[in-house]
């Protein structure tokens, strides 16, 4: 299973991996453009 658990990871990894490694509006824009790939499919 996979999982986004970053309690196990030190803190070298954590010095130069971002988390979350998107901007924050990523988020709606992808499901913007998810929502208007399913009400073209209908």
Request: glycine residues 8%; proline residues 14%.
């Amino acid at each position: 299973m996979h999982t986004y658990d970053w309690s196990a990871v030190g803190p070298g990894p954590r010095a130069y991996l971002d988390f979350p490694p998107f901007p924050p509006d990523h988020l709606a824009s992808s499901l913007d453009h998810l929502a208007t790939l399913v009400a073209g499919s209908r």
